[in-house]
């Protein structure tokens, strides 16, 4: 059963663990992070503008950006899915 209250809260903690996952990776391991990237872009030269400037306090404002626009979108997106029912 679409729980359209519960949903849009597991978009959001989810999309959030993953955004830290990877600004983690871009903070501690960043030619990992771009070894795992480049294959997934095709004709695009990472080497040219990869340049990894990672601060703690920019990546807690990047998870607070990441849960509150998850969560709309999501809410957004259940009630269209509800309202199709």
Not at 56 to 62: D, E, K, N, Q, V
Request: glycine share 6%.
């Amino acid at each position: 059963m679409f729980d359209e209250k519960k949903f849009p809260m597991s978009v959001a903690l989810f999309m959030t663990l993953l955004s830290l996952v990877c600004g983690l990776l871009v903070w501690i391991a960043p030619d990992f992070l771009l070894a795992i990237v480049k294959p997934f872009s095709h004709g695009m030269d990472w080497d040219l503008i990869w340049k990894p400037s990672i601060t703690f306090g920019g990546l807690i404002w990047g998870l607070v950006d990441t849960f509150i626009l998850s969560y709309i979108l999501s809410w957004v997106f259940a009630k269209i899915y509800k309202s199709l029912k």
